[in-house]
């Protein structure tokens, strides 16, 4: 059974980095073609995607948020971390990690972050 | 990168009716990389279709998508009551390595 589920603060304050971590099991990040991705969702707007990490290594970005987006994983703890910097109000949404394919499979629950001063 | 655009923003239909929903791009994409999601509030998206026409696990066959080049249809034959949702399209680029989603159809009963 795939589940993954995201955890960080919930409110973080304007110019802070945002730091996610995905923890999922009933897969490996070690197999060959498992990947994990970001995606956030503002409140009552459309999805993002924001960035992937393959097995291999390989991470791929949001060109319009790339300067700002660090992933990274730990096989060993099944998680993976994504990094925001100077984190903004616009950025308030409900942050995602899925797993991912051509496609997302498997969804985590979703995790509110608030960025307020 | 390609930019997708749903329509309608918003479709009335009775339990029992077909819905039909599009994705449109901006550019060609190809088929085996657009993707279907049903989002009920409160929760994550669920996968509905992959690769345009296929369902994931566990789908009914009410789900179909079909379409190519730059047009997709997800159409819900015999509308159930928990059918009333959001549903948004997406798509991957292959060669820029990106990921693309709609703004969303809001399927609400009438």
């Known amino acids: 059974q795939v589940t993954l589920k995201e955890s960080g603060p919930a409110l973080v304050k304007p110019t802070q980095t945002l730091t996610l971590t995905c923890t999922f099991s009933?897969?490996?990040?070690?197999?060959?073609?498992?990947?994990v991705s970001w995606i956030r969702q503002p409140p009552g707007k459309a999805l993002e995607w924001l960035a992937r990490?393959?097995?291999?290594?390989?991470?791929f970005y949001s060109t319009s948020l790339k300067a700002r987006l660090t992933i990274s994983k730990d096989t060993s703890k099944n998680q993976v971390v994504l990094r925001m910097t100077n984190m903004d109000p616009v950025d308030t949404a409900t942050y995602y990690c899925?797993?991912?394919?051509?496609?997302?499979?498997?969804w985590g629950q979703g995790y509110l972050v608030t960025v307020s001063s | 990168e390609t930019v997708l655009t749903q329509s309608p923003g918003t479709l009335s239909l009775s339990p029992g009716e077909t819905a039909t929903l599009s994705c449109r791009a901006s550019?060609?994409?190809?088929?085996?990389?657009v993707a279907w999601y049903q989002q009920k509030p409160g929760q994550a998206p669920k996968l509905l279709i992959y690769?345009?026409?296929s369902r994931a696990t566990g789908i009914p066959d009410r789900f179909s998508g079909s379409g190519s080049g730059t047009d997709f249809t997800l159409t819900i034959s015999r509308l159930e009551p928990e059918d009333f949702a959001v549903y948004h399209c997406?798509?991957?680029?292959?060669?820029?390595?990106?990921?693309?989603f709609g703004r969303g159809t809001r399927l609400e009963i009438k």
């Open positions: 990490i393959d097995w291999d290594d390989d991470k």
């Open positions: 899925a797993r991912t394919i051509e496609y997302f499979d498997y």
């Open positions: 690769g345009a026409s």
């Open positions: 550019q060609s994409v190809t088929s085996n990389y």
């Open positions: 009933g897969f490996s990040l070690m197999s060959t073609g498992m990947r």
């Open positions: 997406q798509q991957y680029g292959r060669s820029s390595y990106t990921y693309a």
